[in-house]
Structures are given as C-alpha cells and as structure tokens.
C-alpha cells in the first residue's frame, strides 16, 4: 500500500483552521448574554445606525482582542511549558465558572455622548471589553495555540456573530433566545477546553 503523504505546509494549514473555528465558536458562546452583547442593544436602540455601530465594534474588537492575544503568546515566553499548562487549564475551568453568572450593563457604560456614533460605540466598546469574558478567552487560546493571527481573527468573528444580529434585530432577539442554556453551554465549552488543555 502506498505511503500517502499530506502536502507541504498542510498540518499548519489544519492547525490555523481548527484554531480559527475554535476561537470563533468559544468567543461566540461566551458573548450571548455578555454585557458587551447588552452594550451592542443599548447602542443599537440609541443610535439607530446599524452599520456604523457594526464598524466600530469590528475595531474595538481588534484592537482589544490584539493587545488580549499578545499578552497570551508573551505568557508563553515567561512560563514553562508544564506550568502554563497547569494554568490554561485553571483559567478555563474559571472562565467556565464565570459564564454561569449572567452580566448586567451598569449604567455608567452609557453616559458618554457627543463624540457621534462610531466613536462612541468604539470607545465604549472597548473599554467595556476589558477584563471581560471573551477578552480572557483571548489571552488563553493564544496561550493555548501558536497561531495567534487566527486567534484575533476567530475571536472577532465570534465577537461580530454573537453582536451584529442584536444591533440589527435586538428588540426582536431580546426575548427569544434561551440565555440561561446557551450559558450553560458556555460554561461546558469552557470546562472541556480545561480538560483538553491537561491531555
């Protein structure tokens, strides 16, 4: 039988697709009922413009999701291979702990005004993704995998399917989806990244 050999640069291809679709789905389950997805409402039943606020979310979301996966791919530079294990693997578990906890949007997130639409929504967008959820799913998965450009671009896309339909069909969607099952879902996601990240 003859010896069947994958193309030059066909493993890294594989490799980049799989942690581009994982990046994707993960940001996406974390996002539905995240505050930046109540942020993406209030803008949206505010501001009425739809694509402008879908543009600025796309570059708050690159700019923070960048700076989120290089501290991911520095961490890997600082710790030791075992011990960065140990710690994914604990942060996912943590992460999957926290998506159980439903976010509220404080009012505060919605004061600023003046600045028009776009960079409005692109600076509280930002801000309002600190420290969240999905921007520490970031940091993990560019620890996790070595592809870091495909980080960014999976966690963004997820980040703009979880936002984008709110912003356009938000009053709509806002009673219909089941938040506290796709939660759940997220926080089973989570956990099994946890324990892919020991294996």
């Known amino acids: 039988m003859p010896l069947v050999l994958l193309p030059p640069g066909s493993f890294m291809e594989t490799l980049s697709l799989s942690t581009l679709s994982i990046s994707t789905f993960v940001v ?12 993406s409402l209030m803008l949206a039943l505010r501001f009425r413009a739809p694509w402008m606020i879908t543009l600025a979310i796309l570059l708050a979301t690159l700019l923070n999701h960048a700076a989120a996966a290089w501290v991911g791919s520095l961490v890997t530079d600082w710790v030791s291979p075992d011990v960065l294990q140990y710690l994914v693997a604990a942060s996912f578990f943590a992460v999957a702990l926290w998506a159980l906890i439903p976010d509220k949007l404080e009012e505060k997130e919605m004061t600023m005004n003046g600045y028009g639409v776009f960079f409005t929504t692109a600076f509280l967008f930002f801000i309002a993704e600190i420290g969240d959820k999905t921007q520490v799913a970031t940091i993990l998965l560019a620890a996790e995998y070595s592809a870091t450009t495909m980080v960014i671009i999976g966690t963004t896309v997820g980040m703009l399917l979880a936002n984008v339909p709110v912003v356009f069909f938000g009053e709509k969607l806002a009673n219909k989806l089941p938040l506290n099952w796709i939660r759940r879902g997220a926080a089973l996601l989570f956990a099994l990244l ?6």
């Not at 996406?28 to 942020?39: M, R, V, Y």
């Open 28 to 39: 996406f389950l974390a996002e539905i009922g995240d505050k930046t997805q109540l942020l």
């Open 194 to 199: 946890g324990v892919i990240a020991l294996i």
